[in-house]
């Protein structure tokens, strides 16, 4: 397909911000999108794989401020000018290249199956001249663009498409376009994807129209899936009353959550956000392989750190920098070791477990599992219906350092992607968010060079909305914590605009805060702010999806 129907198609969804309206109008580009044409269900979010896929772009503004300089023949300086004037660099390429095509005669034509075949070579190179190479991929994508294509390959380049429309929204005309909207069909599509995590995969089959076809997307041993969530109650008694009696109480762990694969002698192993950690964490693909019977299996499960010495468990903070490290695991896996606790299983030797009731999944953790603790072992459980145990049980796990419990209804399914309500954690009120970084502001004077205050957002369901501005908790030496210039690196990729020392960032990196007091705000698009937010720690495990909305923002505030 040339590239031109795609943009022309961003530029409508973009010209509208109400939701129905995009969803109208992507329903009808994807009824009449060829078979063939199942990658741009990829570019149409901004990406060129499906989003478990690791290969990403990574190209920053900086990479693409080049490419536009080489395809227009405009001095790089030119180029960082008009972004500075006009704030997105997709609107600087287009500009550039309007002028371009004045002066000269253009005829290439760009196809999407070009565009991904290139951006698809990125995340290829390797080695010597790589730098060079990528400039050289995007310019030739950027010469051959006419300028409004300029515009949406720039912006998918630097990962900030600005049409509005999410997975939700694929969805959704997914099953406008092919089932009239039929509600059984839109919660048939929302399962496929939450299984298969695909969305080409799921076009390919919904496009047929067959509502049957839909329910056969089955999980894949190997492939990571979006994890059940748990909603919040305030006490046991309530959660007795929500989950029914009696019921499964277990710690609530507070530590990572590990997804771990089986499949004939292979271990993965993945995070929450669907990413690939097995290299970090050689001793729990030992314990597996050692203590866990059958043949392919994908356990649910949450990591927990403890001390050697005293074995008493540690907080998350003190062992999430395992998460990312991909170097001196050997050392890390002696100095900060961790505890697999087993709480649900997926998958079964061939068979999904997902529509088992949790009772008998809980039974087969325990019949396959050899426990061995600070190794490997099902997760702390009591099964009652007695308000005193379940009171005591909770106590016992703030004494062993954990969080609260989880309580469990024994009938339940497994509901990939969903927050359920017949699983609830109970915790002390704890004044915690998971917010995301989306501005930051360069430091002065000693701290010059380094990003060293932080906007946060949290999410009002697609959308980020500022919450307040944070600097304390982050220190300036390496060694006590994570510090200014390791937040500074890793944000400065995410750059999307620069005016005077404050910058926008993409939103990608999740952490922790603590705060004293909500206040309501006019100045943060949330209306609400922190007071004295601190940065307690990073959240690499935790996908955008799940960070603390508006409604739970509000909750606490009214509490
Ligand atoms: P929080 O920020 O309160 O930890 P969360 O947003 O990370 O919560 P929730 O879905 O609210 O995630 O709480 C469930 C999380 O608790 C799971 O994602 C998992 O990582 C962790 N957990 C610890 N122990 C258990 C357990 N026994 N059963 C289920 N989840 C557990």
Same mark, same amino acid.
């Given at each position: ?8 198609? +961003?530029?409508? &969804? ?27 269900? +990829?570019?149409? &979010? %901004? ?79 390797? %080695?010597?001249?790589?730098? $060079? ?18 515009? +949406? ?10 049409? *509005? ?31 298969? @995590? ?5 076009? $390919? ?12 997307? !089955? ?34 762990? $507070? ?49 927990? *750190? ?37 709480? $649900?299983?997926?998958?079964? @030797? ?28 099902? !997760? ?72 060293? !205050? ?10 980020? &909305? ?27 990729? &995410? ?25 309501? !705000? ?10 004295? =937010? ?8 935790? =996908? ?6 508006? @409604? ?8």
């Amino acid at each position: 397909m040339r590239y031109q129907k795609l943009a022309e198609l +961003y530029e409508a &969804l973009s010209g509208t911000p109400k939701r129905l309206e995009k969803t109208e109008i992507l329903s009808k580009f994807l009824k009449y999108l060829h078979e063939s044409d199942r990658e741009i269900l +990829y570019l149409l &979010l %901004g990406s060129i794989y499906p989003e478990y896929n690791e290969k990403k772009m990574g190209i920053s503004s900086q990479l693409t401020i080049k490419a536009i300089s080489k395809a227009t023949g405009t001095e790089s300086r030119q180029v960082v000018r008009e972004w500075k004037n006009l704030g997105d660099l997709g609107e600087v390429a287009e500009k550039l290249t309007e002028h371009k095509k004045q002066s000269t005669l253009h005829s290439h034509i760009l196809t999407t199956e070009k565009v991904i075949s290139n951006l698809r070579k990125l995340p290829e190179l390797e %080695g010597n001249g790589t730098v $060079d190479k990528k400039i050289s991929l995007i310019t030739e994508l950027l010469t051959s663009a006419s300028p409004i294509e300029a515009k +949406y390959l720039a912006r998918t380049l630097i990962g900030d498409l600005r049409v *509005g429309i999410h997975e939700s929204t694929v969805r959704e005309a997914m099953s406008s376009a092919f089932f009239n909207k039929d509600k059984e069909a839109s919660k048939k599509i929302q399962e496929a994807v939450d299984k298969s @995590n695909d969305l080409a995969d799921v076009f $390919d089959i919904a496009r047929k129209g067959k509502l049957k076809e839909l329910e056969k997307v !089955s999980l894949e041993v190997g492939k990571p899936i979006k994890v059940m969530l748990a909603q919040k109650v305030e006490d046991i008694k309530k959660g007795f009353k929500a989950v029914g009696k009696p019921c499964a109480i277990e710690y609530k762990y $507070d530590g990572f959550r590990l997804i771990i694969h089986k499949k004939e002698d292979e271990i993965i192993l993945f995070t929450r956000r669907l990413e690939n950690v097995t290299k970090q964490f050689p001793e729990v693909v030992e314990y597996v392989k050692k203590y866990v019977k059958g043949k392919s299996f994908i356990l649910d499960t949450e990591a927990v *750190g403890f001390d050697k010495k005293t074995k008493k468990y540690k907080p998350f903070q003190a062992v999430s920098q395992r998460i990312r490290r991909k170097y001196d695991i050997e050392k890390l896996k002696e100095t900060l070791p961790i505890e697999i606790n087993v709480f $649900d299983i997926i998958y079964y @030797n061939g068979m999904s477990q997902l529509n088992e009731p949790f009772e008998k999944r809980t039974k087969l953790i325990k019949k396959i599992i050899e426990k061995h603790p600070y190794k490997i072992t099902p !997760s702390k459980q009591i099964i009652t219906k007695d308000e005193k145990k379940a009171e005591e049980f909770y106590k016992k796990a703030l004494k062993d350092n954990q969080e609260g419990v989880m309580m469990k209804n024994l009938q339940a399914v497994y509901q990939p992607g969903s927050r359920v309500g017949h699983m609830l954690k109970v915790k002390p009120e704890d004044r915690d968010f998971d917010l995301v970084i989306t501005g930051a502001e360069y430091g002065t004077g000693k701290r010059f060079g380094w990003l060293t !205050s932080f906007i946060l957002s949290c999410r009002d369901k697609n959308n980020f &909305l500022e919450i307040g501005k944070m600097g304390t908790g982050i220190k300036e030496k390496e060694e006590h914590g994570v510090s200014f210039n390791e937040l500074t690196k890793e944000l400065k990729p &995410l750059i999307i605009k620069e005016k005077g020392r404050s910058v926008t960032i993409k939103p990608k990196i999740v952490i922790a805060v603590t705060y004293q007091e909500i206040q309501k !705000s006019p100045n943060y698009s949330s209306g609400f702010a922190l007071r004295f =937010p601190r940065f307690t720690a990073l959240r690499p495990d935790k =996908p955008l999806s799940e960070i603390t909305t508006l @409604n739970e923002v509000k909750k606490e505030f009214e509490r």
